[in-house]
C-alpha cells in the first residue's frame, strides 16, 4: 500500500492549481487522474471552445497566462498551458489511474482506492470538478427516438450537422455555444428548449470584459450587483423577448451561478437562425413535443443538460455531501473531516478558474498548518 502525506485526485484545473499552490510552500502532491495526458478533458471538448473569462483572470496559482495569448483563450491553447504548468511546477501525475473510492482509516487518514492500487494518505483534496458524468432526463418516449441524441459533452462541431433539424435542450454556456456553432456551420433548422430561462451578458462592455465588472461588483449587496448586472446587459443586448427570451428566472449574484457569457448567441438569435422553444414535454420517433403542447421533427438532438459530479459513487466519507451530491462546504476550506477539502467547486460570477487560484492559494496554507500541526 503505497503511503504519501497529500493525495489531489483530479489533474484538470483545479487539481493542477491547487499542486501548484501547494509545491509553492514546499510540500509534494501526488495527482491522480483518469486520463493519460494533462488538460484531456479540454482536448476533447467543442473545437470553438474559448475560454469565457479573460486571460488576465485565468491563470492558475503562482504562473499568469503569457501576455502573447489572446484576450479570450482557445482551448487548444489553454490545454497547451495546462501541460507547461504541470511541468514548470513538476507535478506528480499518475495518469491512467481511476480512483475508486475514498474512506477514512481507522487512524484517521484516507484511504484512496484505484483501479491499480490503494493508497494512503494523511491528506485528501477532492478536486475531480463539475463534469463528472453526463447527465441525460428520462424523457417518455425517448427510447422511440429514430434520430441521433447525444450530450454536449460528445459534441464537436457543427460541421457534422450542416443541412439538419437539429435541437439542442438546455441553457447553460455550452449549450448557447453549441447553438451558434451550429448556425454558423450551417445547420438547416435550430431550436433551442429552454425550461428555466437563464441571464445572458455580453462578454464585453464599453471595451471591458463582463468579468471585470463581476470581480467589481462581488462585494455589493447580491440583489444591487444583479440590478446593475440587468442594466448592463439591457444596454448592451436591449430587450430579448421579441427574440424568445423571457426574463432571467434567476440572477447570476443572488443564486450564486454564472450566467450566460454571450459569444456569438444574441446574433444568431436576433438573425432568426436560433429558434427558443418551451420545455420538453416527451419525445417521438421523429422529434419531440413541447409542454405548450407544439411538437416539431428532428434529425439530430443535443442534451445540454448538465452533468452529476459522481462524487457520491467515490466518497464513502459522512457528512461531507449535501442532498444533492455536492461538496457541503467551500472549495478551499476545510470540512467536518480533518485533512479533507474540496477544490473547484465555487460558482461564482467571478469565474472558475479565477476561484480555483484563489482558492488553491488559501488552501495550500491550511495544508500546510495541518500537516505541521
Known amino acids: 500500500m503505497p503511503q504519501t502525506d497529500i493525495i489531489i485526485i483530479g489533474a484538470g484545473p483545479a487539481g493542477l492549481t491547487t499542486g501548484g499552490a501547494l509545491k509553492h510552500v514546499g510540500l509534494s502532491p501526488i495527482l491522480l487522474d483518469k486520463d493519460t495526458v494533462v488538460g484531456g478533458t479540454w482536448q476533447r471538448r467543442y473545437d470553438r471552445l474559448h475560454l469565457h473569462s479573460v486571460r488576465r483572470f ?38 491512467g489511474c ?20 490503494i493508497w494512503q494518505s494523511k491528506v485528501v483534496i477532492v478536486a ?33 450537422f450542416a443541412g439538419q433539424r437539429v435541437l439542442v435542450i438546455g441553457s447553460g454556456n455550452s449549450g448557447s455555444e453549441i447553438a451558434c456553432d451550429l448556425a ?9 428548449s429552454i425550461r428555466t430561462h437563464p441571464p ?16 467589481m ?22 430587450n430579448l423577448e421579441p427574440y424568445g427570451m423571457k426574463p432571467a428566472e434567476w440572477q447570476p449574484f443572488s443564486a450564486h451561478r454564472i450566467p450566460i457569457i454571450d459569444v456569438g448567441f444574441v446574433g444568431e438569435l436576433k438573425r ?32 445540454g443538460t448538465g452533468f452529476h459530479t459522481g462524487l457520491p459513487d467515490l466518497i464513502d466519507v459522512p457528512n461531507v455531501l449535501d442532498e444533492r451530491g ?37 488552501l495550500a496554507g491550511i495544508v500546510q498548518k495541518y500537516l505541521n500541526g
Do not use: C
Not at 464599453?206 to 465588472?213: A, D, E, I, R, S
Not at 461588483?217 to 436591449?238: F, H, Y
Open 326 to 362: 455536492y461538496p457541503a462546504f467551500p472549495s478551499g476550506q476545510p470540512t467536518a473531516r480533518p485533512g479533507f477539502y474540496f477544490m473547484g467547486y465555487t460558482e461564482s460570477v467571478r469565474g472558475h478558474l479565477y476561484e480555483a487560484n484563489q482558492d488553491s492559494r488559501r
Open 58 to 95: 485565468s491563470g492558475l496559482a503562482h504562473d499568469p497566462l503569457p501576455r502573447s495569448l489572446p484576450a479570450y483563450i482557445p482551448k487548444d491553447q489553454f490545454v497547451e498551458y495546462l501541460q507547461n504548468y504541470a511541468k514548470k511546477f513538476n507535478l506528480d501525475i499518475k495518469g
Open 184 to 192: 454558423e456551420q450551417g445547420a438547416g433548422y435550430i431550436a433551442n
Open 98 to 117: 481511476s480512483v475508486k473510492k475514498i474512506r477514512v482509516t481507522l487512524n484517521n487518514q484516507w484511504e484512496v482506492e484505484t483501479d491499480g492500487d
Open 200 to 215: 445572458v451578458v455580453p462578454r464585453n462592455f464599453m471595451g471591458t470584459p463582463v468579468q471585470v465588472f463581476g470581480i
Open 217 to 238: 461588483m462581488n462585494p455589493l449587496p447580491p440583489k444591487i450587483a444583479d440590478q446593475v448586472g440587468s442594466w448592463i446587459a439591457r444596454i448592451a443586448m436591449g
Open 128 to 160: 475531480t470538478g463539475h463534469y463528472g458524468k453526463p447527465y441525460i432526463p428520462d424523457w417518455p418516449g425517448k427510447a422511440d427516438f429514430q434520430g441521433k441524441l447525444i450530450h454536449s459533452i460528445d459534441y464537436k462541431t457543427g460541421r457534422d
Open 272 to 303: 432568426g437562425k436560433i429558434n427558443i422553444r418551451p420545455d420538453i414535454e416527451r419525445f417521438t420517433p421523429t422529434g419531440v413535443v413541447y409542454v405548450d403542447g407544439t411538437s416539431e421533427d428532428f434529425d439530430v438532438i443535443i442534451a
